[in-house]
C-alpha cells in the first residue's frame, strides 16, 4: 500500500497563461469574471476571482514561439445550473467573445449542460452546470446533445 503524502490546503489557485492581444485578452476576462483585473500594467493583467480562489494572470507573448493553445485542453467554469449556461451564452454573444458550441445538454461521458467558448488568444472555456436527478431522467433513447437555445441547432445537410 502506497503512502500519500498531500500538499498543503491551498489558499487559492494561480494560473498564468501568455496571451497574444493583452488589451483584448483582458477585456474578455473582465466581461467573463464580472471583475476588473486587480492590476494591469503593459506586460500583464492580474484577476483576483474570490468566489473561485483564483488568481489568473494574463501575460504578453513576448517569445518568437506562436502560442501553443493545444497543449492546454481548456480551462472550465461550473456554474449552478442550466439557466446559468445559458446565461454564459447571451453575455459570451454580447461581448463579442467566439462560440465554439453553444449551450447544450450532452449525455455521453459525463452528462452535463455545456457551453464552449474560445478566447482571444485562442485558448478553448467550458462553461457547464451537472444535472439534476430529474434532469438525468429526461436523457433520450439515442443519447443525442440536447440543444438549449433554439436557432443553435446545427442544420442537417
Do not use: C
Not at 486587480?38 to 473561485?52: E, G
Not at 454580447?94 to 452528462?111: L, N
Amino acid at each position: 500500500m502506497n503512502d500519500v503524502t498531500s500538499f498543503p490546503q491551498a489558499s487559492e489557485f494561480h494560473i498564468s497563461l501568455r496571451v497574444a492581444d493583452l488589451a483584448e485578452s483582458t477585456a474578455f476576462y473582465t466581461a467573463f469574471f464580472g471583475l476588473p483585473p486587480k492590476d494591469t500594467t503593459a506586460r500583464y493583467s492580474t484577476f483576483i476571482v474570490p468566489h473561485l480562489r483564483l488568481n489568473l494572470v494574463l501575460l504578453v507573448n513576448d517569445s518568437r514561439q506562436p502560442l501553443d493553445t493545444y497543449s492546454l485542453y481548456h480551462l472550465g467554469l461550473g456554474v449552478v445550473d442550466k439557466a446559468q449556461v445559458i446565461a454564459a451564452y447571451h453575455a459570451a454573444l454580447a461581448s463579442g467573445a467566439t462560440v465554439v458550441k453553444p449551450p447544450r445538454t450532452t449525455w455521453r461521458g459525463t452528462p452535463l449542460h455545456e457551453l464552449w467558448l474560445r478566447d482571444p488568444s485562442g485558448y478553448l472555456i467550458e462553461v457547464y452546470a451537472r444535472l439534476t436527478a430529474g434532469e438525468l431522467a429526461q436523457m433520450p433513447a439515442d443519447r443525442e446533445p440536447v440543444f438549449l437555445v433554439p436557432g443553435t441547432e446545427p442544420s442537417a445537410a
